[in-house]
């Protein structure tokens, strides 16, 4: 299944399925990047980060994909598992600047056994 | 536990009142950071501290909230004659301080309603 983020909130799959998490970021300054997830009654949780001199990062089970062009981020997870149930935000920043990310709105991915 | 912790982890109060919260960082880390975050939104930003100084303030930041942090570790976070619009979840999370690369790690947060 594939988010499309801001149009598209809510993300179902199954278990066992890839899942694709979509971003659009806003400012084109931004060079630093970072998925959280956040669980219910939790606050967000690291999962990972990408800088702009790169396209592609590879954690486990996870992938971030960065477009500059367009100015859009993706997460890939595999083999989602229900404990992969949570809403997932990127974060945009700029290194050298404030240190303050800015935090999209979020999608909620929802993982059916 | 060597996360961020936060306490309380649920605050019910009475439109008016005051409403501490407190912050404990990871111990190494020099930076703090407040947020506030309402349900299906990402967290918004209200302060940082480097250390015990209060480097940024968000326009958030009203003039009924303060935030301190004396000694360099822990911080609280006060709400003065709290309003209905206040309630919403309150995070905390600190990081060593790195550049703008620098990760951030998260408390489970104060969840406030004032009603």
């Known amino acids: 299944g594939e988010s499309v983020g801001l149009h598209l909130p809510t993300l179902s799959v199954q278990e066992g399925d890839n899942s694709i998490i979509n971003c659009a970021y806003s400012?084109?300054?931004?060079?630093?990047f970072i998925w959280y997830k956040q669980e219910s009654g939790k606050g967000p949780q690291f999962i990972i980060d990408?800088?702009?001199?790169?396209d592609k990062r590879q954690g486990q089970r996870v992938t971030v994909l960065l477009n500059k062009t367009v100015k859009h981020l993706s997460l890939q997870i595999a083999a989602t598992q229900p404990g992969d149930s949570a809403v997932y935000f990127c974060a945009e920043n700029i290194a050298g600047g404030s240190y303050i990310p800015t935090f999209g709105r979020g999608t909620s991915l929802i993982v059916h056994p | 536990d060597t996360g961020v912790s936060q306490d309380p982890r649920h605050k019910i109060t009475k439109r008016g009142q005051n409403v501490t919260f407190r912050c404990d960082p990871i111990?190494?880390?020099?930076?703090l950071y407040w947020y506030r975050q309402t349900l299906g939104q990402g967290p918004e930003f209200l302060t940082y501290f480097q250390n015990e100084a209060q480097l940024e303030k968000s326009r958030l930041l009203s003039d009924r909230f303060s935030a301190e942090r004396p000694k360099g570790s822990f911080s609280t976070l006060e709400i003065q004659r709290t309003e209905q619009g206040d309630s919403a979840m309150y995070l905390c999370?600190?990081?060593?301080?790195?550049?703008?690369?620098?990760?951030?790690?998260f408390g489970p947060g104060t969840r406030l309603t004032v009603l």
């Open positions: 990408i800088r702009s001199n790169m």
């Open positions: 111990s190494e880390h020099n930076r």
């Open positions: 400012n084109s300054a931004s060079d630093y």
């Open positions: 999370a600190s990081s060593l301080g790195a550049g703008g690369q620098d990760t951030q790690y």
